[in-house]
């Protein structure tokens, strides 16, 4: 019933246009789509919306962005006098541009200069315009690498960064405060409505192109061969671009994905973490005998790569072993220049440790986040002018390389990364050797993440049913080796195997850490985007005789009899 209340009310609503009511209307005759569809609300996080596009209280439509747009403008119009400007960004996915410009249009109602790009552009474009034309905030249009039936609404502040507290908090409670869609002024002000173009494309290739390294590397391997897909995203648009503006002349664009579809036809995730949607990508690398492969997720904040092993296949490589030789290559560098002593890498509690053993080994802080970007770029507010913040990253496939975007940037770290490889070739190895030669230094590192998908409302109660045996049930051992320490980010405390208790200094957030005597981390997580639990593995051992792959299947051993023992 209240499903049905609310579609009715909905009906009711002076702002509800015609084609939303037919929606409806064949909706009230579908019992258990109307449930999905109106039963709860489209919770607006901290991240901002994401869910599957359609109409109702918890789908992406114009109503449920204008109500998180009509919450945002009215949360900024309390913190800030004068002018008040926000860059808006939509990337290639269905109704991207229509809610950008619905976006667009409330902000202007409301008083506040919407400045929207006039095409499609990458996320970490969007968190560079906010710093350089002085925004007060900013919102994109992206599901990221979700399936194609999703979108989503991301909020940042002004400082480039997500949405966190204490204004992630407040801006939630003024979304709340809206009971109806004819509480969102939806009459734009086309005064206030400014887009967007060249001019800022060029200031952020401008950017990309001194926070570069090695210019002499790439110079002598300008020929170097590239392999680029943009996955049917906007990393089209910004990518191939960034490289050839450094140096790089041999890039090859897999053409069956470069044009901006929505509808992503040639994968069935754009997802650079997954093979498949790779697939086309190492099929041209081996034709031309490639060096580097590389690609980007629907609004290019994450890139996937691939180099060839030592057995002359092309092998994908995981968002650790990426995130791990980058940091490697960035202190290196900057070593060279002389470190002052000032410096930092920033990751996230379920990325690898092996960043923090590099970073160490440089004398170089290396500090954690909470899982989510938003908190990497609070990190550097937090230090800002005070400490120099180097790169870093996240096991998702998401790095950010020095401080002028808040968010992570696939755009930047593609032309950072294709350096690297540059300068491996300089010293005669490849990328993958370059891999081989940090784990002999450091020792192998083996993660692996492992997703269980529980979609609507009756997977969201069993993946909470899920977290809660975890919390109350704790293993003793793990694969042979006794639990040390579990570290329980919701309930903000730490306990060790004797009992006692240590409290954190994170902000509460729904993830358990089980941590082993033989340096074994399994974390376990809910997804805040996706309807998934997630469980990342953490195994490391000394490379045996510098054999790659006779220690990887052997930490592979290792991480499934982790799984057997958690019954997954």
């Known amino acids: 019933m209240d499903a049905k209340n609310k579609a009715l009310k909905w009906l009711e609503a002076d702002n509800i246009d015609e084609h939303a009511k037919r929606e409806i209307n064949a909706l009230l005759d579908n019992p258990a789509d109307l449930e999905e569809s109106f039963q709860i609300d489209l919770e607006f996080g901290t991240g901002g919306l994401r869910g599957i596009m359609g109409i109702g209280t918890n789908r992406m439509n114009r109503y449920t962005i204008g109500m998180a747009t009509q919450g945002f403008s009215n949360y900024l119009k309390k913190q800030f006098s004068g002018e008040i400007k926000v860059a808006i960004a939509y990337d290639s996915r269905n109704n991207s541009r229509l809610f950008a410009e619905t976006t667009a249009n409330v902000f202007s109602a409301n008083g506040i200069k919407a400045l929207l790009f006039e095409e499609l552009r990458p996320t970490p474009q969007l968190s560079f315009a906010i710093r350089h034309l002085g925004c007060q905030g900013g919102v994109v249009l992206t599901a990221s690498h979700n399936p194609k039936e999703y979108n989503g609404y991301k909020a940042y502040w002004s400082d480039g960064g997500q949405l966190v507290p204490p204004h992630d908090k407040n801006v939630i409670a003024e979304v709340q405060k809206i009971k109806s869609i004819d509480e969102i002024n939806f009459n734009e002000n086309a005064g206030l409505i400014e887009h967007l173009g060249k001019s800022i494309d060029e200031a952020y290739l401008k950017m990309i192109s001194e926070i570069t390294l090695s210019p002499q590397d790439v110079k002598a391997n300008s020929d170097l061969k590239i392999v680029y897909s943009s996955i049917h995203g906007t990393g089209i648009t910004m990518v191939p671009q960034a490289l050839r503006k450094i140096g790089f002349q ?223 049930q704790p293993p003793s051992h793990l694969a042979n080796s006794r639990v040390s ?51 990342y593995f953490s195994v490391m051992s000394e490379m045996e005789n510098g054999d790659y792959f006779f220690t990887e299947n052997k930490l592979k051993e290792k991480v499934h009899n982790l799984l057997n023992d958690l019954k997954l």
Request: net charge negative; hydrophobic share 35%; glycine share 8%.
């Open 250 to 472: 041999n890039v090859h664009i897999v053409e069956e994905q470069e044009t901006p579809n929505g509808n992503f036809p040639t994968v069935i995730y754009p997802n650079p973490e997954e093979r498949e949607a790779m697939s086309m990508a190492l099929n041209k690398a081996e034709k031309i005998d490639a060096d580097l492969v590389m690609a980007t997720d629907p609004d290019a904040d994450r890139v996937g790569i691939a180099v060839k092993n030592t057995k002359g296949e092309f092998q994908l490589l995981n968002g650790n072993q990426t995130g791990a030789m980058l940091v490697y290559y960035l202190l290196e560098k900057w070593s060279q220049n002389g470190l002052k002593g000032n410096e930092y890498i920033g990751k996230t509690i379920v990325t690898t440790e092996l960043i923090r053993d590099i970073a160490k080994s440089f004398d170089t802080a290396c500090y954690d986040t909470l899982t989510g970007f938003k908190w990497i770029a609070a990190l550097i507010r937090e230090k800002e002018g005070k400490e120099v913040f180097i790169g870093g990253g996240e096991e998702s496939y998401g790095y950010m390389v020095g401080e002028q975007v808040r968010d992570k940037d696939a755009v930047a770290s593609s032309v950072i990364i294709a350096e690297m490889a540059a300068w491996a070739k300089s010293q005669n190895i490849t990328v993958f050797e370059l891999l081989i030669k940090i784990y002999e230094k450091y020792g192998f590192y083996y993660e692996e993440l492992k997703s269980i998908t529980k979609k609507g409302l009756k997977g969201a109660g069993e993946i909470k049913e899920m977290m809660e045996n975890f919390r109350n």
């Open 485 to 535: 320490e579990i570290i329980d980010y919701q309930e903000g405390f730490k306990i060790d195997s004797e009992g006692k208790k240590e409290a954190l200094s994170f902000p509460k957030s729904n993830v358990l850490q089980y941590l082993t005597e033989d340096g074994t981390k399994v974390s376990i997580r809910p997804s805040g985007t996706e309807p998934k639990i997630k469980f």
